[in-house]
């Protein structure tokens, strides 16, 4: 064979930091052996897969494509390492979700993954569904699990689970007690939404087609734990998945608002790479979150 897993391995790293210096140091190896590894994979086939700008190096054309092969091989190997050095299967998968996902059921679904394989480990990583897709298709994470759609060539875009947006206030707010609101009532009142970049924002503009350039946004907050807090204080009415207002709604310290006239309805998405090596864990974790 006229490669080896070491000179995956470098030739990863360094694609992922650009800097040999920063690769070496996350492989534990010397600047000087990180950039032989480099160098000899260059020369054993007679290409160049970066282009070099000072101390940075950044992936050329050629380095693009081999890329992905380069990380289905090396977690291959690694699942393969994995099996022999714990007696399992299943070793560690890192997760995205996006803030809604993570928050509300991302972590029950950790539990119970790992209770069916005690050997395994989850890293979960919280960001929305723009973070989240980015992450997943520079290979830092295995698997996503977004709220927004996306269309992007290097992704595989999954439907996973159906989900619905719900219209809230305070309990002290005029629009309280009169519960289905037209869009009348949607352009009068100031709204606490979701920041440009998360599947519910996206979920929200859309719904709300036709009205966007006539609503007043009071608030664009990153957590939805900030938007009920908000509402809470009666800044103005919000707009979240019900999955993550239904505590509230049974605590009274919120209260539901209907407009049915207009299309609440979304779905979950998995998103993996395209040629990304789906290990068993991987091929588990899915199969869980399905019939979670």
């Known amino acids: 064979m006229r490669l080896t897993l070491r000179q995956l ?3 990863l790293a360094v694609a992922h930091f650009e800097n040999v210096t920063q690769a070496a140091g996350s492989l534990a190896l010397s600047q000087s052996a990180a950039s032989t590894a480099v160098k000899e ?17 950044q992936l050329n054309e050629l380095g693009r494509l081999v890329r992905p092969r380069a990380e289905a091989l090396l977690a291959q ?11 399992a299967e299943i070793g560690t998968i890192k997760v995205g979700a996006t803030l809604t996902i993570g928050n509300y059921l991302a972590v ?37 699990l977004v709220e927004g759609e996306l269309q992007d060539p290097d992704l595989d ?9 719900t219209l809230f206030c305070a309990p002290q707010h005029p629009l309280a007690r009169q519960g289905r609101l037209t869009d009348k009532d949607l352009l009068q009142v100031d709204w606490i939404v979701r920041e440009t970049g998360s599947g519910t924002r996206q979920a929200f503009d859309r719904a ?22 908000a509402v809470e204080a009666n ?7 019900r999955i993550a207002l239904e505590e509230a709604f049974k605590r009274g310290s919120l209260v539901p608002l209907e407009a ?7 779905k979950f998405y998995f998103i993996l790479h395209r040629q990304k090596f789906r290990s068993s864990g991987i091929v588990s974790w899915l199969d869980l979150c399905r019939n979670y």
Do not use: Y
């Open 208 to 229: 709300m087609s036709g009205l966007l350039s006539d609503i007043h946004l009071l608030l664009e907050l990153q957590h939805t734990e900030g938007i009920k807090r």
């Open 108 to 144: 029950g679904i950790i539990a119970r993954f790992m209770s069916q394989h005690p050997d395994s480990r989850v890293e979960l990583n919280v960001e929305n569904t723009r973070a989240i897709a980015g992450k997943v298709r520079n290979f830092e994470l295995d698997v996503g």
């Open 157 to 165: 875009v999954i439907p996973w689970r159906d989900d619905e947006l």
């Open 77 to 87: 190997a690694e699942e393969f390492e994995q099996g022999l050095l714990n007696h």
């Open 260 to 266: 049915p006239h207009r299309n609440w309805r979304r």
């Open 235 to 241: 800044l103005g009415i919000g707009c979240l998945s």
């Open 41 to 57: 994979f260059e020369q054993r086939f007679g290409v160049s897969l970066f282009d070099r700008m000072g101390k940075r190096l």
């Open 9 to 11: 391995e470098v030739f």
